[in-house]
Structures are given as structure tokens and as C-alpha cells.
């Protein structure tokens, strides 16, 4: 079954502790993406990726840290530098320029 | 910073078809529209994505406006399973997406 998966669904993050965040996708995209979502509010861009061993910064980069080892998987870590985790995150991919297409979402809960 | 503006929310009668209406004036030539919907705790859902020509496919419709700074979305027969979030979304320089707050569509039987 194609699509692009998110694990776990629910996180819980003790403080000063980094959690990691597992996107995976098998559409064969080359371009994944890492958005954060707060109650109410539309989603932002954290980091990007267009290439295998490449990626760049979003709009709110800061506390997070990503790789790109491997075309299918993209995972997104919060550090403990992150003040404020709780959030839902969500990881798209999508050809380059081309349309995102966006898992299910992982929600950060801090203890 | 968003670049496009949606009403806050909006409710449709079920079976009756839903204008979804977004304004994009600071679209560039080549900045495309896209649409999608998220159900509540839900990733967003892509419904479709336009230039400059109108387009159709199975879930909507797409009007763009000739001087292309506004767009209207819609659902030609809303069921209760189309409530959810609409979101407008242009893409950047880079092709990036910028999200607003969306629309929360509710219908109603």
C-alpha cells in the first residue's frame, strides 16, 4: 500500500529530553517536508528536504534537527532546545515542485 | 507569513454545492493555488491545485479569477463527510507552501 507513514501517533517528551519523530514514504518523491501545527493555526515549515543528504531550513527551524540518509525516510528530532514541543507534526512528500502529499501526523506531548 | 485570506468559517446545507472563496493578490506568474482539507487530527488531505485555468476533478472544482488574485473553491454536492478545515495555500518563490488558519466548513443535514 503506497503512502507516506508517521510513527508513533503519540509522543511524550520528559524535559531536556530529544524525541525523534519517524516519517517514511514509498512514492519514490524526492522532496519531504516537516510542518508543525498548533491549535487553530495553519501549518509552518520546519525543514525540507530536496535531495538525498540535503535539506534546509524552514521557517521555524530552531529546536529541531532532521537527516536525509535515505530517499524514503526523513526523520524529524525536537531537542531539548525546543521550549515549547507540544504541537502536532505532520511529514509530506512530493516530486520537486510538485504536489505535497502529507501523512497522518505524530502529537508531541510533554510531560 | 500567509499570503492568502479565507473567511474564518462558513456552513452548507447538505447536498447543496460549497463556494470556498480566497483572495491571493500577491500571486506571482508562476506561484501556483493549491487546496486541502484537514479533518480534525488529521493529516491535510490535497483536493486539487491550479495556474491560471479552471479545473475539475473528482472531489472539486476550481474557479481562478482572470487577473488570478482570487480563487473559488468548490464542492458540488456537500456531504457530512466534507466537514472539515480548507485551507488555501500559494506556494513561495521556491515552491514552498504558505498555510493560513483555513476555513472550517460545517455541513449540516
Known amino acids: 500500500d503506497g503512502g507516506i507513514t508517521q510513527s508513533p501517533k503519540y509522543l511524550f517528551r520528559k524535559e531536556g529530553q530529544n524525541v525523534t519523530l519517524s516519517c517514511e514514504q514509498n512514492l519514490n518523491h524526492d522532496a519531504m517536508y516537516w510542518y508543525r501545527q498548533d491549535p487553530g493555526q495553519g501549518l509552518r515549515l520546519i525543514y525540507y528536504?530536496?535531495?538525498?543528504?540535503?535539506?534546509q531550513k524552514g521557517d521555524i527551524a530552531e529546536g529541531y534537527s532532521v537527516s536525509r540518509e535515505k530517499k524514503e525516510s526523513f526523520p524529524l528530532t525536537v531537542t531539548s532546545a525546543q521550549k515549547n514541543p507540544t504541537a502536532f507534526y505532520l511529514c509530506a512528500s512530493g516530486g520537486s515542485g510538485e504536489t505535497q502529499y502529507f501523512g497522518p501526523g505524530t502529537r508531541l506531548l510533554v510531560l | 507569513d500567509a499570503k492568502t485570506t479565507q473567511p474564518t468559517s462558513m456552513d452548507c446545507a447538505e447536498g447543496r454545492a460549497a463556494n470556498l472563496p480566497c483572495n491571493h493578490s500577491?500571486?506571482?506568474?508562476?506561484?501556483?493555488v493549491y487546496w486541502y482539507r484537514q479533518i480534525h487530527s488529521q493529516g491535510p488531505q490535497y483536493i486539487i491545485h491550479g495556474l491560471k485555468n479552471n479545473e475539475t476533478n473528482e472531489m472539486a472544482s476550481l474557479i481562478i479569477t482572470e487577473d488570478r488574485k482570487s480563487s473559488t473553491l468548490i464542492l458540488p454536492h456537500a456531504t457530512l463527510r466534507d466537514t472539515a478545515v480548507y485551507y488555501c495555500?500559494?506556494?513561495?518563490?521556491?515552491?514552498?507552501?504558505?498555510f493560513g488558519a483555513g476555513t472550517q466548513v460545517v455541513v449540516t443535514p
Open positions: 495555500v500559494q506556494t513561495d518563490s521556491w515552491g514552498k507552501l504558505q
Open positions: 500577491t500571486i506571482s506568474g508562476n506561484e501556483y
Open positions: 528536504s530536496q535531495i538525498v543528504n540535503d535539506f
